[in-house]
């Protein structure tokens, strides 16, 4: 297989390691208290219907790229607007998850400066995107059976001191439950979207739809698992005040004398979190060389990267920055353009045939 495909097995890993990825670090829906694991599973609603949303749009037109169907059905001008507000999104997306990435890697290594951890984390997977994208499908078709043993081995350690009582009462108050679905439904499901940019490399999108949605539920299972066990074990108001509750979690998880098991999921964080990271910036460089009508992306890999680098040094200096800014602002934006373009696209494409190939 070439450099610039993927395979429906791979694509199908890279849905389940991005869903995880994005969430391990960062757990927005925690906002619920005792119903995140609520909260999430309604959220993740969003996602399911953005993935059958780009199944069924590259299904109908599996050559085009998502930026020319849009310009296409849209009109040159309203496309565009369309797709620079898109790439915004995405953007700063991006930029999320390379400060949660980065600011764990700083808390296992203080010794090391931000811009140090930055640029080691972009350096590594700019030479990831530099061998094209089936290299990314390659590192998920390796790392995933890695994943699944320390998800379930997170499981079984976990069990023991799990105590269900802390996620009673069942019946949520609606405000938290609602801030909870709409932060998680942006953080990580509609993430999703960045699969428009990959599925145009891939085969057999309609004969594998059922393994993609099969994938991504496991996902949200898992997701939902981790909500329901940072309630029980560490209580509503420690889970809430907590930066990284999964890591506290895993603090207090071993077996038998052996109790610094948070040091091997360490690696499974890592793994998750720059596999996510990577496959969004795969998706921007994907992105703008359409924007630029260019034929060959990799000019664009390294000063993206900087950019990246540089925007994320300034828009959050410090984590209180990053939280105000992250949870209190950036949402509205991007939950509504990663919903609303697929849609407006899906929806004009329709209308359009005739303009369409």
Known sequence: MGAKTLSPQQITFMIFLFITGSSLVFIPEIVAGQSAWMACLLGSLSGLYILLLLLALFTRFPALSITRISELALGKIAGSILNILFFISLFLIAQGLLYNLCFLLG????????????SLVLFTAA??????????GRLCELFIGLILFFFLLGIIASFPIMDLSELKPLWPEWKPLFSGIFFVADWPFAQLVILAFFFPLVQGLKEKKK?????YLLAVAILVFEDLQVISIL?????????FPLLKVNRLTGFGEFRRVELFFFILWFIVGFTALTVYYQGLVLNLKELLRLENPRPLILPLGLCLMVFNAYMYPSDLNYITTRLHNIPFFTIIVNLLYPTIIFIAASLSKGRLP
């Not at 296992?108 to 140090?116: D, L, S």
């Not at 030479?127 to 990314?136: F, V």
């Open 235 to 243: 209580g509503q108001e420690l889970a809430e005040i907590s930066r």
């Open 127 to 136: 030479y990831c995107i530099y061998q094209g994208p089936a290299m990314l």
């Open 211 to 215: 393994a993609f949605i099969g994938w």
């Open 107 to 118: 808390l296992i290594y203080p010794a090391i400066c931000g811009f140090i951890l930055r």
